[in-house]
């Protein structure tokens, strides 16, 4: 077979090919099995390989690399219109295949085993705090309904936790303190391991050079400067800083037609736990902001006219903007002189 470009639909188990020669004829059409796929590439000629960017996508590409193939990722949403009527594992292994030969295609860059797993701990700290804020909610529902209600916070947990270590405190079951002490329990080993990772992140923090600068931007401290620098690999791929703006989804959607330009909503598109990062950084600068006002006036004239969060959002715009910037031409950054005042 003189394949010249493949799109390989990945799964779980069941992959799904389709193969086409320099002529764009079809010539494979199959499934393979896990098993099955590296030796299949290795049986093939050097050619193109198309994936979509999802799930071990990454993984396949650094193996298929190794073969000697040429594997472009795309994103998923852009492989979506070229895909004929119905959805099947078919239709989107020949459309993975039309999409990766189009030259306005927009493609991914392959991260490589360490980018990816610096990027590891942030992920499973996100989910051991999801999970924190679970166990909280329980342990503050069941304890509601014995009456005994603390205020939000810290402090109010702390009261509800003493309240379940004190056996002599009679609000409390026999049976009701010892399920709610599984939970607490549970709750301090989830806050144990969250600080353990922190502490792996700050260590990355302290030896990516990368990481230091970013930092220097108001409003990204050191989780979001060790997420950009772990998920934004090649910061040339961007042309410019609104670009990866846009990438992160801060900009507005579009619904544009007649020349008639009309914005909405941001359009909450790409990477939503960097895009949250920078979010709650922009809160705590605007709350700086509001602190004193004769040093951030740009912020202060747009909070006078324009409503908290969606000054948040545009002060977000303004950081990833900022952190492209410094990726891509050095330096760290530079707080603009303010006029002097007559």
Same mark, same amino acid.
């Given at each position: 077979?003189?394949?010249?470009?493949?799109?390989?639909?990945?799964?779980?188990?069941?992959?799904?090919?389709?193969?086409?020669?320099?002529?764009?004829?079809?010539?494979?059409?199959?499934?393979?099995?896990?098993?099955?796929?590296?030796?299949?590439?290795?049986?093939?000629?050097?050619?193109?390989?198309?994936?979509?960017?999802?799930?071990?996508?990454?993984?396949?590409?650094?193996?298929?690399?190794? *073969?000697?193939?040429?594997?472009?990722?795309?994103?998923?949403?852009?492989?979506?219109? #070229?895909?004929?009527?119905?959805?099947?594992?078919?239709?989107?292994?020949?459309?993975?295949?039309?999409?990766?030969?189009?030259?306005?295609?927009?493609?991914?860059?392959?991260?490589?085993?360490?980018?990816?797993?610096?990027?590891?701990?942030?992920?499973?700290? /996100?989910?051991?705090?999801?999970?924190?804020?679970?166990?909280?909610?329980?342990?503050?529902?069941?304890?509601?309904?014995?009456?005994?209600?603390?205020?939000?916070?810290?402090?109010?947990?702390?009261?509800?936790?003493?309240?379940?270590?004190?056996?002599?405190?009679?609000?409390?079951?026999? /049976?009701?303190?010892?399920?709610?002490?599984?939970?607490?329990?549970?709750?301090?080993?989830?806050?144990? *391991?969250?600080?353990?990772?922190?502490?792996?992140?700050? !260590?990355?923090?302290?030896?990516?050079?990368?990481?230091?600068?970013?930092?220097?931007?108001?409003?990204?401290?050191?989780?979001?400067?060790?997420?950009? /620098?772990?998920?934004?690999?090649?910061?040339?791929?961007?042309?410019?800083?609104?670009?990866?703006?846009?990438?992160?989804?801060?900009?507005? !959607?579009? /619904?544009?037609?007649?020349?008639?330009?009309?914005?909405?909503?941001?359009?909450?598109?790409?990477?939503? #736990?960097?895009?949250?990062?920078?979010?709650?950084?922009?809160?705590?600068?605007?709350?700086?902001?509001?602190?004193?006002?004769?040093? #951030?006036?740009?912020?202060?004239?747009?909070?006078?006219?324009?409503?908290?969060?969606?000054?948040?959002?545009?002060?977000?715009?303004?950081?990833?903007?900022?952190?492209?910037?410094?990726?891509?031409?050095?330096?760290? #950054?530079?707080?603009?002189?303010?006029?002097?005042?007559?």
């Amino acid at each position: 077979m003189q394949v010249s470009t493949i799109g390989l639909d990945l799964a779980k188990n069941v992959f799904q090919v389709h193969g086409i020669d320099a002529n764009e004829k079809v010539v494979v059409r199959k499934q393979l099995r896990r098993s099955q796929v590296i030796a299949f590439f290795e049986a093939l000629p050097p050619c193109l390989v198309g994936l979509e960017a999802c799930a071990t996508a990454h993984h396949w590409a650094r193996e298929l690399r190794k *073969l000697g193939h040429e594997v472009r990722l795309m994103p998923a949403k852009d492989v979506k219109a #070229y895909v004929k009527r119905n959805k099947n594992d078919a239709a989107d292994a020949e459309a993975i295949c039309e999409a990766v030969r189009r030259p306005t295609m927009r493609f991914v860059t392959v991260k490589t085993m360490e980018q990816q797993g610096q990027l590891l701990p942030h992920r499973v700290r /996100d989910q051991l705090m999801r999970q924190r804020t679970q166990l909280i909610n329980a342990l503050r529902s069941h304890m509601a309904e014995f009456g005994i209600v603390a205020a939000q916070g810290r402090e109010g947990l702390k009261e509800l936790l003493a309240i379940i270590a004190n056996a002599s405190d009679s609000r409390l079951s026999l /049976d009701a303190r010892a399920s709610l002490m599984v939970l607490a329990a549970q709750l301090q080993a989830c806050q144990t *391991l969250i600080g353990t990772l922190e502490k792996r992140i700050i !260590r990355q923090h302290k030896s990516s050079d990368r990481s230091r600068r970013l930092e220097t931007v108001p409003g990204i401290g050191v989780i979001g400067a060790t997420a950009i /620098d772990a998920t934004m690999t090649d910061p040339k791929a961007f042309r410019s800083g609104r670009d990866f703006a846009a990438w992160i989804g801060l900009v507005p !959607r579009q /619904d544009s037609t007649g020349g008639k330009p009309k914005l909405g909503r941001i359009s909450k598109q790409g990477d939503q #736990y960097l895009r949250r990062i920078l979010v709650v950084g922009a809160h705590a600068v605007l709350r700086r902001a509001r602190q004193h006002p004769q040093k #951030y006036p740009w912020l202060t004239a747009l909070l006078a006219r324009r409503p908290f969060k969606v000054v948040a959002v545009a002060l977000a715009n303004k950081m990833a903007r900022i952190a492209w910037a410094l990726l891509v031409k050095g330096g760290t #950054y530079r707080r603009p002189q303010l006029a002097a005042t007559v």
